[in-house]
């Protein structure tokens, strides 16, 4: 069985929307490409070295549209090469033409097909697509989640969580690290049970 890997990129208090340009989701969002002033080196060293090993793309349906008008025009650098060598698994309500070279539309029955491609592929990745992610989250149907957080507060925007989100525990893979321009990336893996309760102060009872 592969793993499922989540790539996001939000702002302090937790926005995911439209981090990579003004014309990625604009209606009633006045920031699209708020990342895009704090990308440094570091970062952007970051986010490559997150696809190694990538062997397939889950995608929402707008996430999908935006790559699909994008990445197979683009014929250089590592990320278009993968991405457009790689299949693309697509989750929508409708039945969309999907023009970008090995993409599939996933059946109605989300999780279950969720299932069937981690257990196809090795390491997919999901990019953005936070209606998607919710889905994901809700199902426990990842295995880690890679997330960059900006130095930016925009009080308005789809958020990272939610709505998707129960009660889970994660456990952090590698120590945070930060770029010059402050943006911190955040490693983390599914574990198992869920969040326990205390009272601080009080030992800790796990193995009473």
């Known amino acids: 069985m592969g793993l499922i890997d989540i790539e996001l990129f939000a702002t302090l208090d937790f926005v995911g929307q439209a ?4 014309d990625e989701d604009p209606v009633g969002f006045p920031f699209g490409g708020w990342q895009a002033p704090l990308v440094d080196e570091v970062t952007g060293e970051q986010i490559s070295a997150a696809y190694a090993g990538t062997d397939a793309l889950l995608l929402g349906r707008r996430t999908y549209d935006i790559f699909a008008g994008y990445w197979p025009h683009q014929e250089e650098g590592e990320i278009a090469t993968l991405f457009n060598s790689i299949p693309k698994y697509v989750a929508s309500r409708g039945e969309p033409d999907l023009p970008w070279a090995g993409s599939n539309l996933l059946g109605p029955d989300l999780p279950d097909a969720v299932r069937e491609i981690r257990d196809r592929h090795e390491r997919v990745k999901v990019v953005g697509s936070l209606d998607l992610v919710q889905t994901l989250l809700r199902e426990k149907l990842f295995d880690r989640l890679d997330l960059w957080v900006h130095p930016v507060v ?7 969580f939610d709505g998707g989100e129960v009660p889970t525990n994660l456990t952090l893979l590698a120590p945070p690290a930060a770029g010059p321009k402050g943006t911190v990336h955040l490693r983390y893996a599914l574990a198992d049970g869920t969040p326990r309760t205390g009272t601080m102060g009080e030992p800790d009872r796990e193995d009473d």
């Open 19 to 22: 981090p990579g340009g003004p």
């Open 154 to 160: 925009l009080g308005v925007g789809k958020k990272v």
